[in-house]
């Protein structure tokens, strides 16, 4: 459970921050979605932990302020609000992403029209953008050196360049989709015009506890096609929920797995606690990191696994500090 803070959220947290709600937002997501995750930007605003890792790397959390200022017109410490993710099914390219902040229009237009290779498409009173996923974010100098290598990786390979779509909504609310016709299913979702999880009685969203800052669940995993390390274990579960947040003045870190059945939950718990064991193998250089280790608790409940972790906010600083003095080695 550490680990994942440590890697996944740590430079989540360093460089962003908010002042306005950010809870999930059920209308955002289609009845159908099979997935989602979430990031509650102001609840992470209102997280101890938020400002020990901005004292702990100050130079590089103001670097990307300064940088979001002038590019986009946001000041990340008060603008963002939330950041939505979820799929209709598990298909590579099913992905939608909804972020929610107060930005400036006119810079982020201008930004994203200033991209090489960027498509317009006006589509029931708004503007679909699209253009390759490798050019996103970068200004039309940088776009032009690496266009004849992406070409020519693309005639060779027979394989066309990736893609990403996106619009903004309104003055509060962008949509990015590897798919226009995802993006547009997003925008139909959003003003209304399709159903979604509001006032639904979903397991996406059932299992969401009070002080989360990130929040992940799946469901239907029997229906993932993909191979690799992980996939094949998450087809054994019918439901899987993830949420990190900050509760009493402590972090906390929940994983729940529901199985097909008890025998697979009970295998399962025995691969979490060796990779709980192996962690805590890893952090024997790093005592605060040891230390943070001691507080997993993994159980089973018939099909269903926990594994819980929960820390002190002093103990997570001096971890910190312990990393930071690592990466100077």
Known sequence: MVTRFKLALVWAIALTAVAQAGELNPKQVPADAKWLAHVDLAALEETKALQKVRDTWPQKTERFRTWMQETYGVDPREDFESVTLYGTSYGKDDCVMIL?????????????????????????????YTCPIG??????????????????????SGKSTDRVSWALIDDNTIAYSKSVRGLKDAIETIEGHNESLAGKDSKLTADLPNGAVAYAAATSLDSISHEGMLFPILRQHEHACFVLGERDGKLFDELKLVARNEEVAK???????????????????????????????????????????????????????????????
């Open 100 to 128: 929610t902040s107060d930005y400036s229009t006119e810079k982020v237009k201008s930004r994203i029209e200033s991209q090489q290779d960027v498509q317009k498409t006006e589509w029931c009173d708004h503007t679909l």
């Open 135 to 156: 050019k996103a974010g970068k200004d039309k100098s940088y776009a032009q050196d690496q266009q004849q290598t992406q070409q020519a990786h693309s005639s060779s």
């Open 267 to 329: 295998q399962m718990k025995q691969v979490i606690e060796g990779y709980t064991a192996a962690l805590k193998v890893s952090c024997m250089d790093s005592e605060p990191m040891s230390k943070m280790m001691d507080n997993v608790e993994i159980k089973q409940d018939g099909s269903t696994v926990t594994a819980n972790w929960s820390g002190e906010i002093e103990r997570f600083t001096q971890a910190l500090n312990n990393l930071k003095s690592q990466q100077r080695r």
